[in-house]
């Protein structure tokens, strides 16, 4: 009986082991390709890592990656979309084992964000999965998930805390020839699941212009209206809406 609860003590510590120190052995840098290529299939566009990428378990399933690019639309003003400095995402591990996706965090570090309406009214923001050629006439590609259920999935995933850190936006609309640049954005979002509701306070630079902002969105329904609450203040002044 000892051996026995000897032997399961050791495999229990070799797999302790292995989840622990496992993700720093591995090179994850090697899947990098694989990710970019499952992107591409998604979102028709480009993900580029260059960097290095960064997985560990404990305390929190985290994953981080450096100098990652996301591709524009064809046509576009600029070669990227989005373009930042380092991305980490850390997931709740015990709602993660009770199948709840939990994102305890997602930081973004110098991200530079292209907006852009085209001159034939593109927008680079609207994104589809690549078109392959392929055409799946099989019984079960007709079977296609109703909106209820995406929403539903959808909303089960949870966002605690969402922080941009030195950020900025530009957007382009081409078909009136406007610039509209954000500079020094720093934000910090929580959100009740994806589709909200969503609750955001921060600061940025409008036109030279300091702006510190507080909003408040709510759950975004189909055909529903979407009570939304914003306050901006001008600065460290009293000036605020």
């Given at each position: 009986m000892k051996k026995i609860v000897w032997g399961l003590s050791i495999v229990v510590l070799i797999i302790v082991g292995v989840i622990v120190v496992g993700p720093s052995i591995i090179d994850w840098n090697a899947y990098k390709d694989d990710v970019s290529q499952k992107v591409k299939v998604l979102t028709g566009r480009d993900l580029k890592i260059s960097g290095d990428v960064q997985v560990t378990l404990f305390p929190a399933?985290?994953?981080?990656?450096?100098?990652?690019?996301?591709s524009n639309m064809q046509g576009a003003a600029t070669e990227t979309m989005v373009k930042l400095e380092r991305a980490e995402v850390k997931i709740a591990l015990r709602t993660l084992l009770a199948g709840q996706i939990k994102i305890e965090t997602v930081l973004l570090i110098k991200p530079i964000i292209e907006l852009e309406l085209a001159a034939d009214g593109r927008k680079n923001w609207e994104i589809k999965p690549l078109d392959t050629g392929v055409k799946n006439t099989s019984r079960s590609s007709k079977k296609t998930q109703t909106s209820s259920e995406a929403?539903?999935?959808?909303?089960?995933?949870?966002?605690?805390?969402?922080?941009?850190?030195?950020?900025?936006?530009n957007y382009r609309d081409l078909a009136h020839g406007t610039i509209e640049r954000i500079e020094g954005l720093n934000a910090h979002v929580e959100a009740g699941s994806l589709i909200g509701p969503f609750q955001s306070k921060g600061a940025l630079t409008l036109r030279n212009i300091p702006l510190s902002y507080n909003i408040s969105v709510g759950e975004v329904i189909k055909s529903r209206t979407l009570p939304l609450n914003l306050k901006f203040s001008v600065g460290e002044s009293s000036a605020s809406l």
């Open positions: 399933p985290t994953i981080i990656a450096n100098d990652v690019s996301f929403e539903a999935s959808v909303s089960s995933v949870v966002l605690d805390d969402f922080t941009i850190v030195d950020g900025a936006l």
